[in-house]
């Protein structure tokens, strides 16, 4: 099994930034994919970014140029810097782990919230 536990959010005026962390212990061995997700108020769960293990990246429209993926493998924690907030980043933030052995996991989500 791999664990995730996210941190970094908060309230955060439009223009602002924030870096938010995600930690995986257990199996992180079997990891291979991270990838981090949003949920809006009212709306679905939505890919924002996401890192392969070699450090290749990919990002939502929405986000590109303002937001940046990154992992450090030795301490098994991926982040997201955001920059130029704006009101519609507003939502609660998930991890998620691809695993090429078992299943993959979500983290427990932690909430940005952009006020203008």
């Known amino acids: 099994q791999v664990q995730l536990v996210e941190s970094g959010g908060g309230l955060v005026q439009a223009g602002g930034s924030l870096r938010l962390s995600c930690v995986a212990s257990?199996?992180?061995?079997?990891?291979?994919?991270m990838e981090w997700f949003r949920q809006p108020p009212g709306n679905q769960r939505e890919s924002v970014a996401r890192?392969?293990?070699?450090?290749?990246?990919n990002y939502a429209d929405s986000v590109k140029g303002r937001f940046t993926i990154s992992r450090d493998n030795g301490k098994n924690t991926v982040y997201l810097q955001m920059n130029s907030l704006k009101p519609e980043d507003t939502g609660v933030y998930y991890c998620?782990?691809?695993?090429?052995?078992?299943?993959?996991?979500w983290g427990q989500g932690t909430l940005v919230t952009v006020s203008s």
């Open positions: 998620y782990a691809h695993r090429n052995l078992g299943a993959d996991a």
């Open positions: 257990g199996s992180t061995f079997s990891i291979t994919v």
């Open positions: 890192i392969t293990g070699g450090g290749r990246t």
